[in-house]
Every structure is written in C-alpha cells, then in structure tokens.
C-alpha cells in the first residue's frame, strides 16, 4: 500500500517523461551552483524513471525524458529514503553493473529524496559528474536545500491537485443528490449513475447489482453493451467475489490493486479481471441490503478517507433513488412515500420539548413539498456569544421548515435535494448562520433547473444561561409564532424574498430573540393556515388563538387540537408543524418525554 500511495502521490504532481519548466529550473540550478554538467529531477515510477527537471544530458536520453530502471540510480534513493552520494559509481557494488555508467556516463552521482507530504520518497533530484569526483560539504548542502524546495513545490503540486479533485467530487455528489433522485425506473437510475462518473472521478465501470433470492444481479445499463458491463450479469451470494463478500457481511470492500485480489480472492477473480483489463475494485452495500454498489477501475488505485466517504455518499443517494423506484414499481401511494421519507426523527434535547405534525394532502396525487427538520449542531465558539466560563457550551439545535412550490412528485424530490443541501451548507458554516445557509443554498441551486422555488424558515437555538437564543431567517415563509409564557403569542413577521429563483447576490438577514423558560416556538407550513375561500391572515389568526389558549398543554395535545381545527377545510395542501418548548435552563432542565412525531390522516 505504501507503494501505491507514493504512485498515486506521483500521478497527483502530474509529472512524468515530459519537459516542465519549474522543474528544469531546479535542474539548471544545481547544475550551476554545485558546478555539474548533468543535473535531474528524476521522478520514479512503477517500471521506468522519468526526469521532468534536466539540463546537460546527452541524446537519445535528452529528447526521450526517461530510462528503463536498468539505467536507474534514483530507484535506490527510493527504496532507502536516504541520500545517496558516490564518488566513483564504478566502485560500488550498489551501482557498477548499472547501464547508466556507459550509456549515461553517469560517474560521480549526489542524489537527495524528493518527498511528499506523507513522507513518500518520489525520486531525486541528483547531480552527476562524467569524471570522478569528491563532493564538498557545501555542494552537498547546497543540493540538500535545492531538494527540500523541489520537495515543496510537489507537495504544492499535489495539494492543488487534491483540492480540485474534491472540489470535483463535491461537484459530482451535488449532481449525484439532484440527478438520481429524478430517476424513474432502475435502467434510468443507472443510466443517469453512468453520466454521473466521467471525467475528473474515472472509474472505468460502476455496476449497480440488486439483491435476489439467489445472491445479487446486475441492473443492465440501457445504453451501454462493452464485455466489462455485461461481464458480472449474476453472482451467487457464496461467491468469493468482493461483490459477495461486501453482501455477505454489509461492509465496504476494497481491493487496491490485482495483487490483494489475487491474494484475497483467488485466480479465478484475478483472471476475471485480467480478461477485462481491471485492477481495481470497489464494492459498497445498499442500504437494508438492497444490493452492492460498485466501481472498477482499469489501474492500481489508492483510495483516501475523503474518496472512500464521496463513494459511500454517492451509494447512498443510489440507495434512496432504489428505495423509491421500488416503492413506484410496487404501487405505493406516493403520499405514503413522501410521509416515510420526510419524517425526521426529532433529537432528545435537554431543556426542550419538541413534537411535530404532518398531514398529507387530501389527494394523494396532489403530494407536496412541505418538509421540517431538527438536528444538533456544535455550539458556537467561546468569544461569539456570552462567555463560556468554565462549563463546556451544550450543542445547538436547528431547526428549520419549508415549502417547495409545486403539487406533485417533482415537488417532493426537490424539497429532499433543498433540505439536504441545508444541511449541508448548515454544517460547512463555522457559524451557523440560518441566513447564510440560506444564501448558500440560493447560490448552490441558482444554477440547477428546479422549478419555481420554495419557502423556507431555518433557525439555531443556542444554550444561553438560563434561557435558550433564537436566530432565525425567513425565505419567504409563513412568520414562526412564539408564545410566551402568560400566553401572549408573538408573530415573528421579518422575512427576504424565496428561498429559490431569487436574485443573484441576494442579502439574507438573521434575527435575534431570547427564549425564556415555558415559552413556546411553532413553525408551520402554509397548508395549516391558507385556505380555499378564506384569507391567509384570519387563518395566521386562527393558529396565533390556538397556540395561546392550547400552547401551554403537552405538546402532542396542542398538535392534535391543530389537527382537529382543519376538518372543516378541503386540504389541497400538505401541512407540516414543528412545535418546540423550553422546559427548562439547558443545564438544569425539568424533566420532559424526548420528541416525537405525530402525524395523522383526516
């Protein structure tokens, strides 16, 4: 594995047997200050060593940029990590036999590591004399510091590489959340995985294979007939394949390279592979053992923490666009489909009470984009707020409730895509900004065709002494009521324009409210209070009475009273409540039941 870092480091640095001017300039210089007429950056690779930095070498070898390693004494400087400093290679027993004497004229040979950041030896950058010579302190000092600084100018290389393949990755898995949760039917799921994977990711197949009664069978790419999709059509889920063994035990399976497949997997897998000019596998299970996700590769490959993470990030969103294609496949009303999926558990908070409603549509075809969400999140540093003393700060919550416009299932895909890229931008704000996560998911979504927009409140709650903080921002959303203990409701009627299809650069604002022990916030979607024939403010009304004369009951009761104030409407709307109570100073809460769902058919 070591090995296949140090190459997949090299294949990051984007060098290899062809003339690079930052590298030559490394070359020049140690030609000159070291007083050399042969001076290389030689980078080695698996089967041959390649000099990307060069001055004074001879032809064939100038034009070509590299040798066999029958010619190499960079692989040496590899495999020791140490300098290697000759002064008459003919000498040692090391070197006399190689052909770089006589070919390359290669007598008197200083070569210093050239590093990554991990500590892997790439090559050397070396000085070669055609004569004897004995190297003086100062020359080798000099080369030392030449080779630290080509080293750092790799790593450079490397990190800027590293960064744009996530910023590739990250880019692929915001088109993987929006495109496979558009897939009607598995062929169109795997159609749309396939133009998902080109590019800057490069794996040569992904092969989606569902579970059976027998073991796992390939989902056949509509357009797409080369020997390698149609090579693993079914395998018995006793094979030793990775496939099966990533089914069997419901694990990720990694193979680097042939070698570990061979090894762990026998010849038969590795001729498989051979037959098909692959090296590398990657196996990840389905969620609820649906089946196996995997990706093959034709070369040897390194798989970091943060690839393997985008693989299982991207597998899951297959997983969820099977999920649903199954359900379609099996008739399930798509109502029922939205209410399994949008319904978050709510966390256990101490010092909250929290419950939440959902009512689909009276119509089930008629489903919406109605969703809520509740999550913890780290509290703010020391030094943003109040001081912390010294007790370590409670995690925030969030909370947030939307509304995508629409009634039917394309509405309901884009409300998963906006509440997950919420999140996400939620948890890449240091801050936790409400209002710049909003902003975020403008920018993010001002770009990808997803209808008319939607509404949206997302707010933190932040432990503060005796009371809990309130930062909210409202895209367009009906206003959060709070009441406050004594029943007093307040409407918290500041709002920006909606959530999606707003202008470029659009300015978002968080606002401020401090929560005091029993008071009671409510978020709501407009199905709760707009209704056909009546205004939306008498219904605003409507709840802001009820929250006063009921909000101060268990919340399931206040939730169920909701419920019962909509039987004599026709609900051609979705509606969704978050009820949420401070019950208590976060450090010292009054003991409550954790939250819950309530969710009801009228």
Same mark, same amino acid.
């Given at each position: 594995?070591?090995?296949l870092g140090r190459?997949?480091a090299?294949?990051?640095?984007?060098l290899?047997?062809?003339a690079?001017?930052?590298?030559?300039r490394?070359a020049?210089?140690v030609?000159?200050?070291v007083r050399v007429p042969v001076?290389?950056?030689?980078?080695?690779?698996?089967?041959?060593q390649?000099?990307?930095?060069m001055?004074?070498?001879e032809?064939?070898w100038a034009g070509?940029?590299?040798?066999s390693l029958?010619h190499s004494?960079?692989q040496h400087?590899?495999?020791?990590?140490?300098?290697?400093?000759?002064?008459?290679?003919?000498?040692?027993r090391?070197?006399c036999?190689?052909?770089?004497?006589?070919?390359?004229?290669?007598?008197a040979?200083?070569?210093?590591?050239?590093?990554?950041?991990?500590?892997h030896v790439?090559?050397?950058?070396?000085?070669?004399d055609h004569?004897p010579?004995?190297?003086?302190?100062?020359?080798?000092?000099?080369l030392?510091?030449?080779?630290e600084a080509?080293?750092v100018?790799?790593?450079?290389r490397?990190?800027?590489?590293?960064i744009r393949?996530?910023?590739?990755?990250?880019?692929?898995?915001l088109r993987?959340s929006?495109?496979?949760?558009?897939?009607?039917e598995?062929s169109?799921l795997v159609r749309r995985?396939h133009?998902?994977?080109?590019?800057p990711v490069?794996?040569s197949y992904v092969?989606?294979l569902?579970?059976?009664?027998?073991?796992l069978s390939?989902v056949?790419?509509?357009d797409?007939?080369?020997p390698a999709?149609?090579?693993?059509d079914?395998?018995?889920?006793?094979?030793?394949?990775?496939c099966a063994?990533?089914?069997?035990?419901?694990?990720?399976v990694?193979v680097?390279?042939r070698?570990a497949l061979?090894?762990?997997y026998g010849?038969e897998?590795?001729?498989g592979?051979?037959?098909l000019?692959l090296s590398?596998?990657l196996?990840?299970?389905?969620?609820r053992?649906r089946?196996?996700?995997?990706?093959?590769?034709?070369?040897?490959?390194?798989?970091?923490?943060?690839?393997?993470?985008?693989?299982?990030?991207?597998?899951?969103y297959?997983s969820?666009?099977?999920e649903?294609?199954?359900f379609?496949?099996?008739?399930?009303?798509?109502a029922?489909q939205?209410?399994?999926?949008?319904?978050?558990?709510?966390?256990?908070?101490?010092g909250l009470e929290m419950?939440a409603?959902?009512?689909?549509?009276?119509d089930?075809?008629?489903v919406?984009?109605d969703?809520?969400?509740?999550?913890?999140?780290?509290a703010?540093?020391c030094?943003?707020a109040e001081?912390?003393g010294t007790?370590?700060?409670q995690p925030?919550?969030? *909370?947030?409730? $939307?509304d995508?416009? =629409?009634?039917d299932i394309?509405?309901a895909a884009?409300?998963?895509?906006?509440r #997950?890229m @919420?999140?996400?931008?939620?948890?890449g704000?240091p801050?936790?900004?409400?209002a710049?996560?909003l902003?975020?998911v403008?920018?993010?979504f001002?770009v990808?065709?997803l209808?008319p927009?939607g509404?949206?409140?997302h707010a933190?709650?932040?432990?503060?002494g005796?009371r809990?903080?309130l930062?909210w921002?409202?895209?367009?959303h009906?206003?959060?009521l709070?009441?406050?203990p004594?029943?007093r409701?307040?409407?918290l009627?500041?709002?920006?324009l *909606?959530?999606l $299809?707003?202008p470029? =650069?659009?300015?978002r604002?968080?606002h401020?409210?401090e929560?005091p022990?029993? #008071?009671? @916030?409510m978020?709501y979607?407009?199905?709760?209070?707009?209704?056909r024939?009546s205004d939306?403010?008498?219904?605003?009304a409507?709840?802001?009475?009820?929250l006063?004369t009921y909000g101060?009951?268990?919340?399931?009761?206040f939730?169920?009273v909701l419920?019962?104030s909509?039987?004599g409407f026709p609900?051609?709307?979705d509606?969704?409540?978050l009820?949420l109570?401070?019950?208590?100073?976060p450090e010292n809460p009054v003991?409550?039941?954790?939250g819950?769902h309530?969710s009801?058919?009228?």
């Open positions: 594995m070591d090995e190459l997949e090299l294949r990051l640095a984007g290899s047997a062809a690079d001017p930052g590298m030559d490394f020049r210089l030609a000159r200050l001076s290389l950056v030689s980078l080695l690779e698996a089967d041959r390649v000099f990307p930095g001055t004074g070498l032809e064939p070509q940029r590299q040798t029958s004494f960079c400087v590899v495999a020791s990590g140490e300098p290697l400093v000759l002064d008459d290679s003919r000498l040692y090391l070197t036999a190689s052909l770089a004497i006589p070919d390359l004229r290669v007598i040979y200083a070569g210093m590591p050239l590093t990554d950041a991990d500590g790439l090559g050397s950058l070396c000085a070669i004569e010579r004995k190297w003086a302190e100062d020359e080798l000092r000099d030392r510091d030449l080779a080509c080293s100018e790799l790593r450079l490397i990190a800027t590489q590293q393949r996530d910023r590739d990755q990250a880019d692929v898995l993987a929006v495109e496979l949760a558009r897939s009607r598995l169109d995985l133009r998902l994977f080109g590019g490069e794996p092969t989606l569902l579970a059976d009664e027998r073991g390939r056949a790419h509509p797409d007939a080369r999709e149609g090579a693993v079914h395998v018995e889920r006793d094979a030793d394949l990775p063994q990533a089914m069997r035990e419901q694990r990720t990694f680097p390279d070698t061979a090894d762990g010849p897998a590795a001729h592979f051979d037959s000019g590398s596998v196996c990840v299970p389905l969620a053992g089946g196996v996700l995997m990706w093959r590769w034709a070369e040897a490959r390194v798989l970091t923490v943060t690839e393997e993470a985008f693989f299982t990030a991207v597998a899951g297959v969820q666009a099977v649903r294609t199954l379609v496949e099996n008739r399930l009303s798509t029922e939205l209410q399994s999926a949008m319904l978050t558990a709510l966390p256990a908070v101490p419950a409603l959902y009512l689909p549509a009276a089930q075809d008629m919406g984009g969703w809520y969400d509740a999550y913890p999140v780290p703010e540093p030094g943003t001081p912390c007790d370590v700060r925030a919550l969030i *909370l947030s409730i $939307g995508i416009i =629409g009634h394309g509405a884009v409300m998963g895509q906006v #997950s @919420l999140r996400q931008a939620t948890l704000d801050g936790h900004s409400p710049a996560a902003a975020a403008d920018s993010t001002a990808l065709p209808g927009g509404t949206a409140v933190r709650l932040d432990p503060l005796d809990w903080r930062t921002s409202n895209a367009g009906t206003p959060p709070l009441r406050l004594g029943g409701v307040s409407v009627e500041e709002h920006d *909606l959530l $299809g707003s470029a =650069g659009l300015s604002r968080d401020v409210r929560l022990q029993d #008071s009671v @916030l978020l979607t407009d199905g709760l209070v707009e209704h024939d939306i403010d008498d219904g605003i409507q709840a802001v009475s009820l006063s101060d009951g268990p919340l399931p009761q939730l169920e419920s019962r909509l039987e609900r051609s709307d509606v969704a409540v009820a109570r401070v019950t208590g100073p003991p409550r039941p954790p819950r309530y009801a058919r009228l």
